[in-house]
């Protein structure tokens, strides 16, 4: 058993053969330097309750409307098709 400091270490043991198996965020298993390693278990996650992304300002933003006009991407038809693309469900 490993205990991960968080999920690009995770990948890094599925990668380097020192694990089998994580539990992870689904939406790494997408990331270019991933995808060619890790596989989803789709029966897995039927186990697991889906969670929301959530996408927040933060009061102390340096760039706060460059973060708005991003948010405003996200919840577009075009921003939820690129969310989907690499592995952020509906």
Do not use: C, V
């Amino acid at each position: 058993t490993i205990i991960g400091t968080g999920s690009r270490n995770l990948n890094r043991a599925l990668i380097d053969n020192s694990a089998e198996l994580t539990m992870n965020w689904r939406a790494t298993a997408y990331w270019d330097e991933n995808s060619k390693h890790i596989q989803i278990l789709e029966d897995a996650s039927k186990e697991f309750p889906k969670k929301k992304l959530l996408i927040n300002l933060l009061s102390f933003s340096t760039h706060p409307d460059i973060a708005k006009k991003f948010m405003e991407f996200a919840i577009s038809k075009e921003g939820k098709e690129i969310m989907k693309k690499y592995g952020f469900l509906d």
